[in-house]
């Protein structure tokens, strides 16, 4: 039996005086990659926010390792393993590529596992490589998301939660994203992931929650999904 590494139970949560999640239940077991898709506006990154501890809770909980977090703040969360990408990459434009995946590390001090770690994701990303040594905020916004993925990895996180990686992306710079989703899946870490991009998110899951007006209208197999005729015509296009 598969742990349950996060757990949202019954999470509400109000975010510019309107209730943009509307008592949400999910879980995301130890080696899995599950997906959260939906419309804009549909409460998603509001979710992210509240797992991370970046918005408050109105009501529900959020267990992490069997243990509730509510309440916690982002760092005490990224010692225990609970890294985020966040939506809009938020790197920090007035350091270099190195800096910033520095900063991913802050919470350790193994510091030549960590020169180690920077090499691996220097070889997911050849072209941050390249740049080093470059201003983060002087990059395209490919490269940025590409830091902000590697910065996160830093941190050696147990569960990576990303919010809409591939937003305002290239057809090409999407498609090295979603490449290196899978990668990083595929070398054990267990994965949060919400996307617009409804197709391709499916396309590398293993189960999906489709939400909608803040609340979860449906969940499975994302194969299955990605097959159903009803979520193919509301979030696909067809």
């Known amino acids: 039996m598969a742990n349950t590494l996060l757990k949202v139970s019954g999470l509400k949560v109000s975010y510019g005086g309107i209730q943009a999640v509307k008592g949400i239940d999910f879980e995301v077991q130890e080696g899995e990659l599950v997906t959260l898709i939906g419309s ?3 409460g998603k990154t509001t979710t992210m926010k509240a797992i991370t501890g970046t918005l408050g809770l109105n009501a529900g909980d959020i267990e992490y390792m069997g243990k509730s977090i509510k309440g916690q703040g982002p760092w005490d969360l990224v010692r225990q393993g609970l890294a985020m990408v966040p939506e809009g990459r938020g790197v920090f434009a007035r350091m270099t590529i190195m800096e910033n995946l520095q900063m991913g590390a802050y919470v350790r001090k193994d510091q030549d596992a960590i020169e180690a770690d920077a ?3 220097f070889t997911i990303f050849p072209r941050l490589r390249e740049r080093r040594d470059q201003l983060a905020g002087t990059m395209s916004g490919g490269e940025q998301q590409m830091l902000a993925m590697g910065r996160a990895l830093m941190s050696r996180p ?3 939660l ?3 990686p591939s937003m305002g992306l290239s057809p090409i710079m999407v498609d090295k994203i979603f490449e290196v989703v899978r990668d990083v899946y595929a070398q054990g870490v267990t994965i949060l992931l919400v996307e617009q991009n409804a197709s391709r998110a499916l396309s590398v899951a ?11 209208t449906m969940s499975g197999d994302a194969k299955q999904m990605l097959a159903d005729p009803k979520v193919r015509a509301a979030y696909l296009g067809e």
């Open 162 to 164: 990303m919010d809409e």
């Open 206 to 216: 293993n189960r999906a929650y489709v939400m909608d007006s803040g609340l979860i």
């Open 119 to 121: 090499e691996k994701v």
């Open 158 to 160: 147990k569960v990576l």
């Open 40 to 42: 804009n506006g549909a």
